[in-house]
């Protein structure tokens, strides 16, 4: 019988959990934010999605997913709306360890340039049933080995997922023309990955790009519904929660990696991006635990 939570016994923390509701019923009808992850699977109903600096429309079938302390809402849900939601804490499966493994890290989760939706086709919402319902039944019905059996079950689910997006979404390639948008945004995303520890300010951007920041802005929100300011601050933010999760570094000496010298400023940021401090991101999503 739904909801299904397994709870971190050593931390008190939820590890893993699974919901689902009836037709009309929004748990997700004002802003949230948790310090685990989400996938939201609407089965049925339309709405809008409002996470981060953007906003996005589901329908039936939209798959929806969300990185620890990423706000998001669903607003304008329509009567019929139906959700399952499978959430679990790093603690008990870890992406960013994992990745090599389960290559949803920068595809389902933490992906700042595609939309946090992705639209399941008949025989890929089957699938995720099918591996939802592996899931419930082993939180149901524990035995041996029961962490091993789940961690094994969400790794396959994540990677199924990952696969039917990145069908969707395909990466970036090199065949873009240059001068065109695509050109120009593919350049933009690789100059975000090599320079953002260094370079914060937009204007920098749009100069590697040969545009006016004005030009740039306007690029970027037609096609990524963000501003290059948004851009800088989530990969400067996810490279924070990285830190914060996978090493014993201080705060400050994270800041200082990232390129910036006053750290209160770098805690004014993260807070302003996740809604929480660096040193509270650390406490509640745990430190370096996650070896599942």
């Not at 096609?223 to 090493?247: C, G, M, N, W």
Request: hydrophobic share 40%.
């Amino acid at each position: 019988m739904l909801p299904l939570t397994l709870v971190n016994e050593h931390t008190g923390e939820l590890a893993l959990k699974i919901n689902r509701t009836e037709p009309g019923d929004n748990p997700f009808d004002h802003l949230s934010r948790f310090n685990y992850y989400s996938l939201v699977w609407v089965r049925a109903g339309r709405g809008r999605l409002r996470a981060d600096f953007a906003d996005y429309a589901f329908e039936p079938d939209s798959l929806l997913a969300f990185s620890p302390y990423q706000p998001f809402m669903l607003a304008e849900a329509s009567a019929e709306l139906a959700l399952t939601t499978l959430q679990f804490h790093p603690d008990f499966f870890c992406i960013i360890r994992h990745h090599a493994e389960v290559a949803c890290n920068g595809v389902l989760f933490n992906n700042i340039y595609e939309p946090p939706v992705v639209t399941l086709s008949p025989a890929a919402a089957a699938g995720l049933a099918g591996n939802l319902a592996g899931l419930e039944q082993e939180m149901q019905l524990p035995g041996v080995a029961q962490h091993e059996l789940l961690v094994a079950q969400l790794k396959i689910l994540l990677i199924h997922l990952s696969r039917h997006k990145l069908a969707q979404h395909p990466a970036p390639g090199t065949a873009a023309v240059p001068g065109r948008p695509a050109y120009v945004l593919q350049q933009l995303r690789e100059h975000i990955e090599a320079h953002y520890r260094r370079l914060h300010s937009p204007a920098e951007y749009a100069a590697l790009v040969h545009l006016t920041p004005k030009a740039l802005g306007r690029l970027t929100k037609k096609h990524f519904h963000k501003t290059p300011s948004d851009l800088i601050q989530e990969r400067i933010v996810i490279e924070a929660k990285r830190e914060l999760y996978l090493t014993d570094k201080a705060v400050k000496q994270i800041a200082w990696e990232l390129g910036f010298e006053d750290e209160y400023y770098f805690s004014r940021l993260f807070k302003q991006n996740a809604d929480v401090s660096p040193a509270h991101y650390r406490q509640t999503v745990g430190f370096a635990r996650g070896l599942a």
